[in-house]
């Protein structure tokens, strides 16, 4: 079992920033690639990022390439997504992820373990 714990979510204001960590425990975190989903009310849950294990290959959805940096400290079991030029668009539950997968994917349903999400709110 691998245990995901989301932070930094909050409000801010259109153009604004903020940084999201997931703390993981459990199995070792560096066999695990990390993911960063989204959900906002009514839709269904979203790709946003993915980081490959050894941190080495990143990837991330159209709508937040250029504006979301993924990265991870397998040090400290830990994976982030800095946020910059937030829109309101970007309003939803932020969820991480885990796959024991070596490839990374965008496909949520290859995703083992998930975090019980952080609520991010941008204002216009």
């Known amino acids: 079992q691998v245990q995901l714990v989301e932070a930094g979510g909050g409000e801010v204001q259109a153009g604004g920033s903020l940084r999201l960590s997931c703390a993981a425990s459990?199995?070792?975190?560096?066999?695990?690639?990390m993911g960063w989903f989204r959900q906002a009310p009514g839709k269904e849950r979203d790709f946003v990022a993915v980081?490959?294990?050894?941190?080495?290959?990143?990837y991330y959805a159209d709508s937040v390439k250029g504006r979301f940096t993924i990265s991870r400290d397998n040090a400290k079991n830990t994976v982030y997504l800095q946020m910059n030029s937030l829109k309101p668009e970007d309003t939803a539950v932020y969820y991480c992820?885990?796959?024991?997968?070596?490839?990374?994917?965008?496909?949520?349903?290859?995703?083992?373990?998930w975090g019980q999400g952080t609520q991010v709110t941008v204002s216009s």
């Open positions: 992820a885990a796959d024991s997968n070596y490839a990374i994917t965008e496909r949520r349903e290859e995703y083992d373990y």
């Open positions: 459990g199995r070792t975190f560096s066999n695990y690639a």
């Open positions: 980081i490959h294990r050894n941190g080495g290959r990143t």
